[in-house]
């Protein structure tokens, strides 16, 4: 999530998005309180489910937004949002994420091994792998498999 001052769906904005019934941030000369801002809550938001709603249809706003909604379910350990976005998102924006996720963030790839179980993978606490064809094993379970993020369906084809 990033500060509602800044949010495209914040009511205040004048653009033709759709607009946000509650944003959290009090617009007073477009900051807010770093305290009391979105952008550190890690909760779920509107531009949340705008994003995993309009990812499966390749909407250019919600893939622009994509790492807004990965930053807040990485703050508030959101796994279903987490597995949401690598669902909803085309396989290049999976790789663009997958890539951010194991540079900048390799403690929290545990939050996606219901998607690597599917696959028949152990789970992770972080991500070393020692060798390209492990990495690949895991990478492919993100990226090429069709029914990432729905591990609840009981329908794998990994």
Known sequence: MMCCNNCPFNPANNTNAPKCDNPICKNSNNHCS??????NIGTRCFMDYYVIENLFHKDELAEGLAFESLRTALIGRDRALLISLFQAAQQELRIKMWNWLEENEP?????????FAACGLEELNNFTATSSVIRSKYVDAIISNQYAGRYYKNSYNC
């Open 34 to 39: 770093d305290n009391f801002c979105a952008k």
């Open 107 to 115: 403690r929290s790839l545990w939050m996606l091994n219901p998607i």
